[in-house]
């Protein structure tokens, strides 16, 4: 199994099989709350004034899955771009964005092979059920990924699920204290919660954290 989660198949079949049971079919709540109490300003959290841009700011959403946050994002004005290796879900969120009227950039591709020449290109990165559903050894790779395509200041936004030491996966468990110590590497760490507006079943299994670039 761990060999294959490396492949789109393996996520196209789960998808077509009903095994998408991270699939919330929402857009995340915890990020619901964070735009509409903060919006564009992340510096109640210690993070960037997105605001302050003067243009709209650029967010990237790897392992966008549907693309319920995503669309989120979008309405609320930022520069979206979601990219997932399995086009099964990314069918669902091309006709979802053209029925809303949403511009949001849709990739199918292996997140690992973005940030070339053209990085960074992006002030954000948005990770959910990201980095769980990849081999924990390849941790250190998406961290190095997202410093790639960021400028620095740039923020990673992460809510770390599931953090319970759950055995074997996907989703596989994340030590919240290794993955900070991974990233300090290249990120300054501007928060850690909590959050109370987990959905229920994932109350206090989640872990807020964001990064600044340094």
Known sequence: MTADINTPGFWDA??????????????????????????????????????????????????????????????????????????????WLEAERSRRGLDVRVLQEDM?????????QYDL????TCVCAIEPARRTEFLAFAARVLPPGGALLALL????????????????????QEAARAFALVHESIPDTSVKPRRGKERLLLFTKS
């Open 14 to 91: 789960a998808y077509r099989e009903d095994r998408d049971n991270w699939d919330m079919g929402t857009p995340t709540p915890v990020f619901v709350d964070l735009l509409e109490r903060m919006e564009m300003d992340f510096r109640p959290l210690g993070g960037p004034d997105f605001s302050s841009l003067g243009r709209a700011p650029r967010v990237l959403i790897p392992c966008s899955g549907r693309g319920y946050d995503a669309l989120l994002f979008a309405e609320r004005g930022w520069e979206v771009t979601a990219v997932d290796f399995s086009a099964e879900p990314l069918q």
């Open 112 to 120: 690992f092979a973005l940030g070339g020449e053209r990085s960074p």
């Open 125 to 128: 990165v948005l990770e959910y």
């Open 161 to 180: 699920f599931p953090v319970d030491g759950r055995p074997g996966g996907p989703p596989f468990s994340i030590d919240v204290d290794t993955f900070k």
